[in-house]
């Protein structure tokens, strides 16, 4: 079946805010996104928390079609959006006929589990300085944009920022400034470039050195 005939068939077009799923409901269909995009996120006892945003190509939802268990997050449409919703029977003739799509599920969940440990990581940092640079590095290596002088610009805003590290808006922009005064990140209309990746690591070392408990003798 052509996309065309596909979209035809599964295609649903979503206005920013729509729900898409909440946390706890059944879970009877994996989406593909076409166009837009959409926020995963979970409520916490700190807040909300943003677990991942996918946008054109990416899709989610698969695992309540996989362990036909509840779902364990929302979804909201952050970004006018048109998706493909594909059904476990539908889902099921896919992978059972196409192997392409059968590894490419397996790879995309094989980087989803090593993004969910890069986060819990993050979160189990008390220090809002180490949970803002470990949330720019990991956004670099996951999506940033390498540029002609090797610099990496992020894609990403302030909110989305804080909504990863699970954040207050005051201390990410109080690291965020840190980080400019030492030319470590740069923060433009385009989100944060950063001009040496390695330096985001070598910054977080030296503070975790200095909070370190002196030896004992």
């Given at each position: 079946?052509g996309d065309?005939?596909?979209?035809?068939?599964?295609?649903?077009?979503c206005?920013?805010g729509?729900?898409l799923?909440?946390d706890?409901?059944s879970g009877d269909?994996?989406y593909?996104?076409h166009?837009?995009r959409?926020?995963i996120?979970?409520?916490?006892?700190?807040?909300e928390k943003?677990?991942?945003v996918?946008?054109?190509g990416?899709?989610?939802?698969e695992?309540?079609?996989l362990?036909?268990?509840?779902?364990?997050?929302?979804?909201?449409?952050v970004e006018?959006a048109?998706l493909?919703?594909?059904?476990?029977?539908?889902?099921?003739?896919m992978?059972?006929?196409?192997?392409?799509?059968?590894?490419?599920l397996?790879?995309?969940l094989?980087?989803r589990?090593?993004?969910a440990?890069a986060?819990i990581?993050?979160?189990m940092h008390?220090?809002p300085?180490a949970?803002?640079i470990?949330?720019l590095?990991?956004?670099?290596?996951?999506r940033?944009?390498e540029?002609?002088?090797?610099s990496?610009?992020?894609?990403?805003g302030?909110?989305?920022?804080a909504e990863h590290?699970?954040?207050?808006?005051?201390?990410?922009?109080?690291?965020l400034?840190?980080?400019e005064?030492?030319q470590?990140?740069?923060?433009n209309?385009?989100?944060?470039?950063v001009?040496?990746?390695?330096?985001?690591h070598?910054?977080l070392?030296?503070l975790q050195?200095r909070s370190?408990?002196?030896a004992?003798?």
């Amino acid at each position: 079946m052509g996309d065309k005939g596909l979209w035809e068939q599964v295609g649903k077009t979503c206005g920013r805010g729509t729900m898409l799923f909440r946390d706890g409901d059944s879970g009877d269909a994996m989406y593909v996104v076409h166009e837009g995009r959409v926020r995963i996120f979970k409520h916490a006892a700190s807040g909300e928390k943003t677990l991942a945003v996918f946008g054109a190509g990416e899709f989610f939802g698969e695992m309540a079609l996989l362990n036909d268990k509840p779902r364990t997050a929302s979804a909201e449409v952050v970004e006018d959006a048109k998706l493909l919703v594909i059904d476990r029977r539908t889902f099921g003739a896919m992978v059972a006929s196409n192997r392409e799509i059968a590894v490419r599920l397996i790879t995309k969940l094989a980087q989803r589990l090593d993004r969910a440990n890069a986060l819990i990581e993050i979160l189990m940092h008390k220090d809002p300085r180490a949970r803002v640079i470990l949330g720019l590095a990991r956004e670099a290596e996951a999506r940033g944009v390498e540029q002609e002088d090797a610099s990496v610009v992020i894609p990403l805003g302030r909110e989305e920022l804080a909504e990863h590290v699970g954040l207050g808006m005051d201390d990410v922009v109080g690291v965020l400034k840190r980080l400019e005064r030492l030319q470590i990140v740069e923060e433009n209309e385009h989100g944060f470039c950063v001009p040496d990746v390695m330096r985001l690591h070598e910054f977080l070392e030296f503070l975790q050195t200095r909070s370190e408990p002196p030896a004992a003798v």
